[in-house]
């Protein structure tokens, strides 16, 4: 089983400050990177996707992804009470093209 | 949810009982997978679709089994549920092998 590895956190930022999770994956086939977000009790929700070396922006979030290194973050700018989440990273296995590895996910807590 | 339904949302049972789990899907997509998830481990892998009646194994795929017999259903079945199947379960569709997936909203499961 390939790895996918977060830190589980809590990750603890003030409001408005910038918020930066971290992912590294052992596979280094790997070709697309998720990050969901998931509520407490909720599903997981796709926040963005990227299958490009560099950085890749929507409106607050940044994802950047360097496959040198086998490494994938989101930055979250203006962070918001509304952002406190688990927040998980996802890697599609070389082996497979089907299927999702997920790490553990990090907790985010942003504190007004 | 992306037009994803799951059945029951809760569920009680006891050891040595047979449970199906029933996800249902309105965007024809192709792909449709069966995750648990648990504390400590994250997001894992119980079997998933390619099509219908075409399913393979996922990381944890012991002690369950899935059939789909239409492209809008996706049926998991633990034969014989035992208290190690306590989880979360959530479905994913995607329309392609490494598009994005959508979840559900879960099913809680409890098996005394």
């Known amino acids: 089983q390939k790895e996918v590895e977060q830190n589980s956190g809590p990750l603890s930022v003030p409001e408005g400050a910038i918020a930066s999770l971290n992912c590294t994956y052992s596979d280094r086939g790997s070709q697309s990177f998720f990050w969901y977000r998931q509520y407490s009790g909720k599903s997981p929700e796709l926040i963005m996707f990227?299958?490009?070396?560099g950085d890749k922006e929507d409106g607050r979030f940044t994802a950047q992804l360097n496959k040198a290194s086998q490494y994938v973050s989101l930055l979250i700018r203006d962070s918001q009470p509304s952002d406190s989440a688990t927040y998980l990273c996802?890697?599609?296995?070389?082996?497979?093209?089907?299927?999702?590895?997920f790490g553990k996910g990090t907790s985010l807590l942003v504190t007004p | 949810d992306a037009g994803i339904t799951q059945s029951p949302r809760h569920k009680v049972t006891e050891t040595g009982t047979p449970v199906t789990l029933r996800c249902h899907q309105t965007e024809n997509h192709r792909y449709m997978y069966w995750y648990r998830q648990d504390p400590g481990h994250g997001l894992r892998l119980i079997h998933y679709s390619y099509g219908v009646k075409d399913t393979d194994k996922g990381e944890v795929s012991d002690g369950y089994s899935v059939s789909r017999s239409k492209t809008e259903d996706f049926l998991l079945t633990l034969e014989s549920a035992t208290s190690s199947q306590t989880s979360v379960y959530f479905c994913?569709?995607?329309?392609?092998?490494?598009?994005?997936?959508?979840f559900g909203p879960g099913t809680r499961l409890t098996v005394l």
């Open positions: 996802a890697v599609t296995p070389s082996n497979s093209g089907y299927a999702l590895n």
């Open positions: 990227i299958y490009s070396n």
């Open positions: 994913a569709i995607s329309g392609g092998g490494t598009d994005t997936q959508y």
